[in-house]
């Protein structure tokens, strides 16, 4: 372990055994959430065809924002699916490459792996980062708004 520089790191059979393990796993996910984007976004694109009223979606026949509903619950739906894709791509990506780096012993694939792996997280973290914007927008709005209602504003 007096390993101290960068470059003398090498991948041993144990690592390349882990590296292989860890593709594998990486595929199994990633086809795993293809389907699941395929579900997402198939459910957006027929729920234009449920019926409405009593019976049909969210209860649509006891007002005029049904239609409205089921719109907006369609395009969040697109949107999720769709934004939902990409993390699933590096990861396939970086799984094949990697596989293809041990296999092939090719620096090139594993870096090109690695690559795609960095996406993953950064692309990840942005949207983590995102999400927790809309949170505390949330909270603060909720804040806002019991402030306002308490103070009988509302």
Do not use: H
């Amino acid at each position: 372990m007096e390993n101290s520089n960068l470059f003398d790191l090498n991948i041993d059979a144990e690592v390349s055994g882990y590296l292989n393990e860890t593709a594998r796993w990486g595929k199994f996910l990633a086809i795993l959430g293809f389907i699941g984007c395929g579900f997402m976004i198939f459910v957006a694109l027929i729920m234009n065809f449920m019926p409405m009223g009593p019976a049909g979606f969210a209860g649509e026949g006891y007002g005029s924002g049904g239609a409205v509903t089921r719109t907006l619950v369609m395009v969040i739906y697109l949107v999720l699916g769709i934004i939902s894709i990409f993390p699933y791509i590096y990861l396939m990506r970086f799984s094949k490459r990697v596989q293809l780096a041990i296999q092939s012993n090719d620096q090139g694939s594993l870096a090109s792996a690695f690559s795609n792996l960095k996406s993953l997280f950064k692309y990840v973290g942005v949207l983590t980062i995102i999400m927790l914007a809309f949170f505390v927008l949330a909270l603060i709005g909720g804040i806002f708004a019991g402030i306002m209602a308490a103070s009988g504003s509302i």
